[in-house]
């Protein structure tokens, strides 16, 4: 006999837990609103829902919510087994497309949000739905591990019975939702700005699954629209070389945003996500196209406006949950240590391309077309052992006015000095802080665009390019480099 083994006869004596303390325990796991609710929906996918439909109703201290599927349902066995705490071992094997581990997440999702949870549900084939409840009023009152079969709302199960199968779960008592930390009733505006946070947890969570149409999800009738992290629709978008490991369990890709004057206010608005721009730079890590982690740099960096157009996209295969440390609320990941050198490698290389677009310091490789130079307006210089910034002199408008000054040159030079010494670059610094997350609204307008641009055009052509050579010379010249529809009308 090893050391790890135990004799037949070691004494043991059964101490089942209390249930009113571990029933309470089970509200503490650390849910909010949002997750919980997309916890419920990892069970819907699971039992391969085409449509899911999450409905919030405010009726004050008799508030409900419903998420109604449309998957292959259970039989009444199997929906007791589903309120069992701790029905499936999170070491056995599950199917590749199943989004559980513990077992606990209808039950600790539920609870942490109500008190009453109810699950009804048809299996295809079945006549009519079953249904049982935790309440935790009567777990308290009794002490008893005691399910109940009792349905405030018989309306759900005929509609349920209509369908060919499906399952509905229903939250009643809902006190972490509608109460206050005062224990005061929130108000009805409360609730509905709450519900708001969940379509845009649910979008951003689920958006691979609506984009592919492997589910249709609504919010009180609203369809929810997939947000993506990383604007792989927008031409200005930079997408690096992916990484694949251990035999393709693990994958990295990297994307740095385009910079905010190259998207509308709009789809800049919209792809700050839920927190802003800065708070969701970092990885997402995906397991079965659901995103577990949603902007983190998993304490490799930390978070500054000059990286907070960095997102990498991190996929692991559901066998590594355990390896990765993969939490109940499948919101935390850990990955092994071993593997973090690679990621911090890989995620410095995309924040070091992400300060250069913040910056203006680099330009899209597309647009260089194998050229290294670039003629920006402003240009950095060292000076006394710190970067300093400067008008660039080679740049094309700058020549254009000191040669049509002529002998006043010299005091144009001046003002180019006198601008360049008092530069506020604190103020600038304190300024880009502040409105980090609002777009900036463009300097000037095409047609102040066109004819500076038409200016310096004119000025090539004196110099000897060619039409054609003096359009193109225009791509590397700041800023004219970001309006080539201009460029194309120039004649």
Known sequence: MSDTELPDDVGAETIPPKPAALIETFRAI???LASAIADIIDNSISADAGNIMVNFQWEEEKSFVTIIDDGRGMTEEEMIEALRPGTSNPLSDRRPSDLGRFGLGLKTASFSQCRRLTVISKAAGGSEPAYRGWDLDYVVSKDVWQIIRYLSKPELAAELGARASGTIIFWEKLDRIIFGQNKQLISKT???EAVREVEKHLSMVF??????????LSVNGNPVQPWNPFLIEEPATQSFPEEIYDNGQISIKG???????KISPEKFKTAGGTAGWTAQQGFYIYR???ILVAGDWLDLFRKDDFTRLARIMVEIDSSLDFSWQIDIRKSKAQPPKMFMEKLKRYGAEIRKNAVEVYRYRGKQKQRKMGRSSFEFAWITAEEQGREVFKINRKHPSYRIVR???GKN???F???ISLLEMTLPVQSIVFNENLYADQPAPPPVDDQAVAEMMKAVYNKLISEGFSPQKAKEELYFIDPFSNYPHLTEQLT
Request: proline fraction near 3%.
């Open 30 to 32: 650390g849910y909010n």
């Open 190 to 192: 409360k609730f509905w």
């Open 207 to 216: 958006h691979r699954f609506i984009e592919k149409k492997k589910i249709t």
């Open 255 to 261: 994307f740095v945003l385009p910079h905010v004057s």
């Open 288 to 290: 079965n196209d659901r």
């Open 403 to 405: 040669d049509q000054l």
């Open 409 to 411: 040159a010299r005091d």
């Open 413 to 415: 030079e001046r003002l």
